[in-house]
């Protein structure tokens, strides 16, 4: 038996053998035609796993067509030679041939094919007990079983890992619609539709269109957000903010004693003060210059011994960073137990100072007697505010604290026995409300010759 071959493996096109078959009258040659067509040929969604295979069969030594019924058994192998069986053997009795031409389906008599997803695949076939040589190489039609195996081309859900220096999923769009659209459709999902997360340097989501549309659009039909941006954002041109109150944009910025920033728009000016932040004024997103959120504010209720010479109430501070110059108010509620004793005068100072041992620069802040001709008793409760203004000249890390001395009468029941000291940072000069860039330009311009 001599075989003769000639292969081109590549789906849709034309495959080749031409072999001997022994017992037959004289040799034959098979052609392989267009194979590897999916069951499903009206391209459905529901795919059936199947391949219909397609060859041709002629007489080796005329080249006529083979008109005959034989029995043909399939294979699919790892490797050209030898190697592992994949898939097989399937037997596929009665195969009639007509004019040369016979159809087989794959996967139709004993199913199992392979998923296609770990190439190559060699398909090996025997006609009428003679089996073909080389093997046939499948190349990228059957592997796309592994694309094909869900609604619309795509196996859901998908997760995998991919390291390359290139775009991990690009889509280019040359016509006038969008590039990607992504739906949920469960009005009781709090997920979002497209979620980005990077952890370098680089964007977590990236939209770049060079036409008059948004790079990226969101749209919540719900009570849920257009788009929520948990981390730093980097606006380098400029926010368009149209829509209802409420709605066109929202800012939220976590402060240091807590809560949020929220506005319906934002209007910003030219030339900002340094250290001052722009904020709502009200619910229309009316916007004005304010204060920042520099605060610290500390609740101390230990016990703490108050002597005749300064004392710190024992961590009743407060410590903050501020950008540049301007003032930080500070203010103690404070309460404190008094022993006094009739017939000696009580005499209690309170201050805030830069110094855990010196009553400060300032004055008393709070200078209380309790006169000599009280009764006697041993427990006097008083609360008193205390309240303190200090300069700064740049930026810096500041730390004021509550002290306290008993200039007469000091006693061991002579007690600090709570407070809550809050320290606030306020720039200067502040700045005015603009309802313009043309009035902040005034503003800024009066506030200039006025500092002249």
Not at 50 to 62: H, L, R, S, Y
Not at 104 to 132: K, R
Not at 183 to 211: D, E, F, R
Not at 296 to 316: F, K, L, M
Request: aromatic letters at 10%; proline letters at 5%.
């Amino acid at each position: 038996m001599s075989t003769r071959t000639a292969i081109s493996v590549a789906m849709f096109a034309i495959l080749v053998l031409a072999l001997g078959l022994a017992g037959t009258a004289g040799a034959r040659s098979m052609e392989l035609g267009e194979g590897a067509v999916f069951g499903d040929a009206d391209l459905s969604r529901d795919i059936q796993e199947t391949i219909w295979f397609q060859g041709f069969v002629a007489d080796a030594g005329t080249s006529e067509p083979i008109n005959a019924t034989y029995t043909l058994t399939a294979r699919m192998y790892d490797a050209e030679f030898g190697g592992a069986t994949v898939w097989g053997p399937e037997t596929h009795v009665a195969t009639v041939i007509v004019d040369g031409w016979f159809n087989i389906e794959l996967g139709a008599v004993v199913g199992g094919l392979p998923a296609f997803d770990t190439p190559p695949y060699y398909l090996q076939l025997t006609i009428d007990g003679e089996t073909l040589a080389p093997r046939l190489k499948l190349a990228s039609v059957p592997s796309a079983f592994q694309s094909l195996g869900a609604d619309n081309g795509l196996n859901l859900p998908y997760s995998g890992t991919l390291g390359t220096s290139g775009h991990a999923f690009h889509i280019t769009n040359t016509g006038p619609n969008v590039c990607g659209y992504f739906i949920i459709n469960n009005a009781g999902s709090t997920a979002a539709s497209l979620y980005g997360m990077h952890n370098g340097p680089g964007a977590a989501v990236l939209g770049w269109h060079n036409g008059t549309g948004p790079a990226i659009k969101g749209v919540a039909n719900g009570s849920g957000y257009a788009g929520v941006f948990e981390g730093v954002v980097t606006v380098s041109d400029s926010i368009v903010a149209r829509g209802m109150r409420g709605r066109a944009l929202t800012v939220e910025h976590s402060i240091a004693a807590g809560g949020t920033l929220a506005c319906s728009g934002i209007w910003m000016t030219r030339n900002p003060v340094e250290g001052y932040v722009l904020r709502c004024a009200d619910e229309w997103g009316n916007a004005e210059w304010g204060p920042p959120n520099v605060i610290d504010t500390h609740d101390e209720n230990s016990t703490t011994n108050i002597g005749s010479s300064a004392t710190q109430y024992d961590e009743a501070q407060v410590t903050l960073t501020v950008p540049g110059p301007g003032y930080i108010v500070v203010t103690s509620n404070v309460r404190v137990k008094i022993s006094h004793t009739s017939g000696t005068l009580d005499n209690l100072e309170l201050n805030h100072s830069t110094s855990v041992s010196s009553m400060g620069s300032s004055n008393t802040l709070v200078d209380e007697e309790i006169p000599s001709t009280y009764g006697t008793d041993t427990d006097m409760d008083r609360t008193f505010s205390v309240h303190s203004t200090h300069g700064v000249t740049g930026a810096g890390t500041y730390t004021y604290y509550l002290v306290g001395r008993m200039v007469s009468g000091q006693d061991s029941g002579d007690l600090f026995w709570y407070a809550q000291t809050t320290g606030i940072y306020y720039p200067y000069p502040p700045p005015a409300m603009a309802a313009s860039d043309e009035d902040a330009e005034l503003l800024r311009k009066k506030a200039e010759f006025e500092n002249q």
